[in-house]
């Protein structure tokens, strides 16, 4: 027996850098660094005055250094991409396959022009962030989700 699954048809409206901050620091000894980071973070973004709309919320730390440009360079950006839905978003719609996977995926690509955009226009070092499996993401913040309640 197969059972109809309605989905809520969803379409990208919008998506904007809602907060950015970039900072260089100078590398004269041309000390290579060993704390170069990647951190990305996801969460949702509700709109309580419009149950039609929600959002992921990408939360990047990213630590590098330029050997050949003496510099270290600090990038934090918090990347709203947000969605219109045909139904109301509800809390089984937020768990469900669809918000923990397909609409991140859906956003990550325009973060990821906006931060190698900015890197080539601020004459630095280029960044291209890696290609991000989000099934194995979503299992990694769904494991980290659990372990916060335990200690709590």
Known sequence: ???????????????????????????????????????????????GDSPKHFGKVFKVDLTFDSIGHNEIYDINVEYHVVFECLDDVNEQFLESDFSKISAPAIGFPYLRSFISTFSIQAGIPPIILPSINFVQFSKILDKVKEEKIKTN
């Open 1 to 47: 027996m197969t059972e109809d699954i309605i989905q809520n048809q969803i379409k990208l409206i919008g998506f904007r850098a809602a907060n950015f901050n970039f900072k260089t620091t100078a590398n004269p000894g041309k000390k290579e660094l060993k704390d170069k980071k990647f951190n990305l973070d996801l969460e949702n973004l509700l709109f």
